[in-house]
C-alpha cells in the first residue's frame, strides 16, 4: 500500500473509526467462516484467514488515518474479507472438499473488484490508497488461485509465476529505482488482470479437461508477461 504523509497525534482519534470498521469486518468474516465450515474446517484453516486479515487490517489502520473508510473502501474490505476465506481454504487441500463452494467466494470477490472502483467514481472519492489497497488484493486473489491449481492440477511450478510476478516486479524494483515511477492510467491492465482472475478460476473448475486448464493457465501467463514486458519497457524509456 502507498504511504502518506505523517500525521501528528491529532489524528490518533481518527484512527479509531478505521479501527472500529476492521473490527466489525472481522466480525463478517467469522460469521462467514463459521456458516463456510466446509472451507474453513480446521486449525489451520482458521489460522491462516485471521492471520491474512490481520495484516490487511494492520496496514488499512497504518496507512489510512483519515476516519471513516468510505463506501468504496468499505466494499474493498469486504472483498479482503472473501479473500481471508479463499486463502484459509489453501491448507490440507480444503477447498478440494468443497470446490465450487470455493470457487463461489473468489468469484463474488472479483465481481466485487468493479463495484468498489464504480462508488469511488460516483461519489468522487478515488485516492491513492483506495487504487492501491484495490490492486494489493488482486494481486493476492491471483496468487492464492495459483497455489490452489498447483494443489489441485497436475501443472508445474511454474503457475506460480501468474501469481508471482506482480511480486518479482515489486522486488525488481529495489536494485532498480526507475521501475518506482508511476506508469500511466491502462485499460489493458485492468483487462489483463480480470482475465488472470477469469482464466484460472475456470481452470480451477472440475468440469475443465486438463488440456484446457493448461491452455488457460499459459494463456494467463502470457497475457501477463506481454502486459508487464510492455510496462517495464515503458518505465525503462521514461528513465532514459
Given amino acids: 500500500m502507498s504511504s502518506f504523509s505523517n500525521t501528528s497525534s491529532a489524528s490518533i482519534p481518527k484512527r479509531v473509526y478505521t479501527l472500529a470498521e476492521t473490527v466489525l469486518a472481522s466480525l463478517l468474516l467469522v460469521s462467514l467462516g ?25 496496514l488499512v489502520v497504518s496507512f489510512w488515518p483519515y476516519g471513516p473508510l468510505g463506501w468504496a473502501n468499505r466494499v474493498t474490505l469486504v472483498r479482503g474479507v472473501l479473500v481471508a476465506i479463499v486463502i484459509g481454504a489453501l491448507p490440507a487441500n480444503a477447498f478440494t472438499n468443497a470446490i465450487w463452494l470455493w470457487l463461489a467466494v473468489a468469484v463474488i470477490a472479483l465481481l466485487l473488484d468493479g463495484v468498489d472502483g464504480w462508488i469511488a467514481r460516483r461519489t468522487n472519492t478515488h485516492t491513492p490508497f483506495g487504487a492501491r489497497f484495490d490492486m494489493e488484493l488482486d494481486a493476492a486473489l491471483i496468487l492464492i488461485l495459483c497455489i490452489g491449481l498447483l494443489q489441485s492440477e497436475h501443472l508445474g511450478v511454474w503457475v506460480l509465476l501468474i501469481g508471482g510476478m506482480r511480486y518479482l516486479f515489486v522486488a525488481a524494483s529495489w536494485p532498480f529505482p526507475w521501475l518506482k515511477a508511476p506508469l500511466f492510467a491502462s485499460f489493458r491492465r485492468k483487462a489483463v488482470c480480470v482475465w488472470q482472475v477469469a482464466a484460472l478460476l475456470l481452470a480451477l473448475t472440475p468440469l475443465t479437461s486438463p488440456f484446457a486448464t493448461s491452455l488457460l493457465a499459459l494463456s494467463a501467463l502470457l497475457t501477463l508477461i506481454y502486459s508487464f514486458g510492455f510496462d517495464v519497457w515503458w518505465l525503462f524509456k521514461q528513465h532514459r
Fill in 34 to 58: 463459521m456458516l463456510l465450515s466446509t472451507m474453513v474446517a480446521s486449525a489451520a484453516n482458521w489460522w491462516l484467514a485471521t492471520g491474512f486479515y490481520l495484516v490487511m487490517s494492520a
